[in-house]
């Protein structure tokens, strides 16, 4: 059974800093694109950040770029995302993701397969 479990989440102040991991699989973390998700109460699940699996290229949402980074550790079978300058938008479960087309940095969450089960973000202001 593919798993993926997220950690890092946690309570933080406006500005404040978190990084998130996200262990996967090898065989699913192979060849594949690993992407951060996140939904705040009543709301759809929105894109984050996306990685190919190469490391080469990535890819991230407009309310993100220039505060979050998205890397990864292949011999770790490990995605992070270290998240800057944090702001109380930025609360919700965030979730990591596979789409096996590790080439393609999809932002529709359907692109992406297996899914972990998150982890609580919250920033108080």
């Known amino acids: 059974q593919v798993q993926l479990v997220e950690s890092g989440g946690g309570l933080v102040q406006a500005g404040g800093s978190l990084r998130l991991s996200c262990a996967a699989s090898?065989?699913?973390?192979?060849?594949?694109?690993m992407g951060w998700f996140r939904q705040a109460p009543g709301k759809e699940r929105g894109f984050v950040a996306a990685?190919?699996?190469?490391?080469?290229?990535?890819r991230y949402a407009d309310s993100v770029k220039g505060r979050f980074t998205i890397s990864r550790d292949n011999a770790k079978n490990t995605v992070y995302l270290q998240m800057n300058s944090l702001k109380p938008e930025d609360t919700a479960v965030y979730y990591c993701a596979v789409d096996r087309m590790g080439y393609r940095l999809g932002s529709n969450p359907g692109n992406f397969g297996s899914w972990g089960q998150g982890t609580q973000v919250t920033v108080s202001s």
């Open positions: 990685i190919t699996w190469s490391g080469g290229s990535t």
């Open positions: 090898g065989r699913t973390f192979s060849n594949s694109t």
